[in-house]
C-alpha cells in the first residue's frame, strides 16, 4: 500500500495522469458452454441414440444455485417445437448440465428434450443456427451461434 501511494504521489507530481484497465464485463450467471449440433455417426435417422448425441450445455458461472424453472432454450428457428421449457429445476453453484435432444430420465446434471420422430426430431441444424437461452420473465441470457460444417460441435 506504501509503494503504491508513493508511486501515486510520484506520478502526480510529475504530472502524469494514471489510467486505470477497464474492468471487463463478466459473463452473463448462467452460459452456453458447448452445444454438439451434429450428433456423432452418420447418417442421422433419428435413433433415440443419435438424438441424444446433440446436445446443448449451460452452465452456472455463480456460488450460488439459480432456479430456471421457466427458463426457455431454443433454436434460431421460429417454430414451437423447437423450445424447450425448464421446469422445476435448480442449477447448483458452479454446475454444468447437458440438455439432450432424445428422450431419457432427467437428473441433476441432464435433461431430455425428450423428442422422438426420426429425422425431423433433431433441433440443431448441422452447420449453422444459433442456440439462445432466456429466463422466465423472456429477456434473452446468453446465445451461441455457430457456422461451421466442418465441425460437430462448438464451444461457446
Given at each position: 500500500m506504501r509503494i503504491r501511494s508513493l508511486l501515486t504521489a510520484t506520478a502526480l507530481a510529475a504530472g502524469v495522469v494514471v489510467v486505470s484497465q477497464p474492468a471487463y464485463a463478466a459473463g452473463p450467471a448462467i452460459q452456453f458452454t458447448k452445444i454438439y449440433?451434429?450428433?456423432?455417426?452418420?447418417?442421422?435417422?433419428?435413433?433415440?441414440?443419435?438424438?441424444?448425441?446433440?446436445?446443448a450445455q449451460?452452465?452456472?458461472?455463480?456460488?450460488?444455485?439459480i432456479s430456471l424453472k421457466g427458463w426457455t432454450l431454443r433454436d434460431k428457428t421460429n417454430r414451437s417445437d423447437h423450445v424447450y421449457t425448464f421446469g422445476t429445476f435448480?442449477?447448483?453453484?458452479?454446475?454444468?448440465?447437458?440438455?439432450?435432444?432424445?428422450?431419457?430420465?432427467?437428473?441433476?446434471?441432464?435433461?431430455?428434450?425428450?423428442?422422438s420422430g426420426g429425422t425431423f426430431a433433431y433441433i440443431w441444424n448441422q452447420a449453422k443456427d444459433t442456440a439462445y437461452l432466456r429466463n422466465a420473465s423472456g429477456k434473452l441470457i446468453d446465445s451461441c451461434p455457430y457456422n461451421s460444417a466442418r465441425y460437430d460441435y462448438k464451444i461457446c
Open positions: 449440433y451434429d450428433s456423432p455417426g452418420s447418417p442421422d435417422f433419428g435413433a433415440n441414440s443419435s438424438l441424444n448425441g446433440e446436445y449451460i452452465k452456472n458461472t455463480t456460488k450460488k444455485a435448480t442449477l447448483g453453484a458452479g454446475k454444468t448440465v447437458t440438455l439432450r435432444t432424445g428422450k431419457g430420465k432427467n437428473t441433476t446434471t441432464t435433461r431430455y428434450w425428450n423428442r
